[in-house]
């Protein structure tokens, strides 16, 4: 079998299987070339390159069984795989944190320019999780030292294997924290947060896939602010003159505008035709 067939076979199975994404790709297609990427080592966006090569009856029943293990069990892929790609680079993950895909990343490429007007010397990753966020900081400001700040702590030993594996122990700090709570006196040129924001009526109707991941990583009260109200009510007092705070609402951006509605939200496009990243320099935050 050559990996152009097992690819059609697999992209055929999980949409018979009528499966849910957005774990990483948004279609049966993608997450079929994902998976048989990982299996035969082949970057995913490369599989579609690859389509003549032949495949040994070892890969091909790996395939199939994580192949049939997605189906069954609606597990997300990059749990099966233990991996998960951001901006091109691939990170650990498992059930401890979940599966990376801030939009984010895609800001940091530009280096969040033209709302950030000030020197990143310190910042600040928010809920980190796996610690994706923050290795991506550390490698678009390499003269930054990081703190990446999460309240669970199996989430911060996933985060700890990202670090080592971008090498950056010397410039990223993990820190266990109930939001700022445990960074009382430190102050940051720039924080991104990608905080839990799922609100109650959503949490009750996720697809099953989205069910393991850490119901501490998603649910945010009634209506998806809870952790978000908190962030706003003390940025502020951790940010230096004309810092930056970049934050992710995802579906709760509708809420947040009728929370607040006089905050001069800014939300810089992405990928995401909704927008649903916000930024707020320091000065534009409440006292």
Request: hydrophobic share 45%; net charge positive; with cysteine.
């Amino acid at each position: 079998m050559k990996v152009g067939e097992i690819l059609r076979a697999t992209a055929r199975g999980f949409r018979a299987a009528q499966l849910h994404y957005g774990h990483g790709t948004m279609n049966a297609r993608d997450e079929a070339a994902w998976l048989v990427g990982h299996v035969l080592q082949i970057h995913p966006g490369d599989v579609g390159m690859k389509l003549e090569r032949v495949v040994a009856p070892r890969e091909e029943k790996r395939i199939r069984a994580l192949a049939q293990k997605r189906a069954r069990e609606r597990t997300p892929l990059a749990y099966l795989l233990r991996e998960a790609w951001l901006d091109e680079r691939r990170f650990h993950v498992d059930r401890r944190v979940i599966v990376p895909r801030s939009y984010i990343a895609e800001l940091l490429r530009d280096r969040l320019r033209p709302w950030l007007r000030r020197p990143v010397r310190r910042a600040l990753d928010l809920c980190t999780g796996s610690g994706c966020l923050a290795v991506l900081l550390a490698l678009a400001f390499p003269r930054a030292r990081i703190d990446a700040a999460d309240i669970s702590a199996p989430a911060l030993q996933v985060a700890r294997l990202n670090v080592e594996r971008y090498r950056l122990k010397r410039r990223v700090r993990l820190v266990r924290s109930d939001l700022f709570d445990a960074l009382e006196n430190e102050t940051y040129d720039l924080i991104v947060t990608n905080p839990p924001y799922v609100d109650a009526r959503t949490m009750r109707a996720l697809p099953r896939e989205y069910r393991h991941e850490p119901r501490l990583a998603l649910a945010a009260g009634r209506d998806g602010l809870d952790a978000v109200r908190r962030i706003l009510a003390q940025a502020r007092d951790h940010l230096t003159p004309k810092g930056l705070l970049v934050c992710e609402v995802g579906d709760a951006r509708r809420a947040l505008e009728r929370a607040y509605p006089r905050l001069p939200f800014i939300w810089p496009a992405t990928s995401d035709p909704h927008g649903c990243v916000f930024v707020l320099e320091r000065e534009q935050l409440p006292d």
